[in-house]
């Protein structure tokens, strides 16, 4: 138990909240840990949802998979981090895509019942809760303007960008592959590279495995609206 609460002070839901406070929530509400092996999917497209999850440890990814068997990946997240936030109080609380595991992970679950308790007890946990909320908010609007570019070039250009911006700097630091950078715009491996190379070609940016330099951000920025 003293485990668990030690990895829930770490998490996004429980910022600014007490040891004493959480085990206080944890008495009057009902919860389960599951772990998952590597590669176990988590949730199915359409599965009912009534539980918000909390990574406890390791990581997951949101993946839309399709017939063909390619998939792209929505979201990636890893411990401390929450999913189901929006889709648990929905009219159709089913899971829009499915939740795959990463690595091993453990995964805090806690009805939908019991969000609305605490929330009601704790106005810091409310406060958090609507926070979570407002970031997906801003990262769905993100992801729809990543789709609704109209070609490879300009998905990887906003990719840069918009690294650049949550980074705060032209050295952007690269913490997945470039295959799951390019299931994350959904566009192929191969097309990633070729972009990056022309982008270097033309001496916007240098890279590597696993670092982009942006030399010229406002040619870069002028290419997006090209």
Not at 58 to 80: D, M
Not at 89 to 97: D, E, M, Q, R, V
């Amino acid at each position: 138990m003293k485990d668990i609460i030690k990895q829930l002070l770490e998490n996004e839901l429980f910022n600014g909240i007490t040891k004493e406070e959480i085990e206080e929530l944890m008495q009057t509400s009902k919860y389960c840990i599951k772990s998952y092996a590597k590669g176990e999917i988590i949730a199915s497209e359409d599965d009912e949802c009534n539980n918000l999850g909390l990574i406890i440890d390791g990581i997951i990814e949101i993946q839309r998979i399709y017939s063909s068997g390619k998939y792209i990946v929505l979201k990636r997240l890893s411990t401390s981090e929450v999913f189901g936030e929006v889709i648990v109080f929905s009219k159709k609380n089913t899971y829009p895509a499915t939740v795959v595991a990463v690595t091993n992970c453990s995964i805090f679950f806690i009805k939908k019942e019991d969000i609305v308790t605490l929330c009601a007890k704790q106005e810091k946990l409310l406060n958090n809760f609507m926070s979570l909320l407002s970031n997906k908010i801003l990262m769905l609007n993100r992801k729809i303007k990543s789709i609704s570019l109209k070609s490879v070039k300009h998905k990887v250009i906003n990719f840069i960008l918009e690294q650049r911006k949550v980074q705060k700097s032209d050295t952007i630091k690269l913490k997945i592959n470039k295959e799951q950078i390019a299931s994350m715009l959904g566009i192929p491996r191969p097309s990633l590279s070729r972009e990056l190379m022309n982008l270097r070609d033309m001496e916007y940016i240098e890279f590597d495995r696993n670092t982009i330099i942006i030399l010229k951000v406002e040619e870069l920025e002028e290419e997006l609206f090209d």
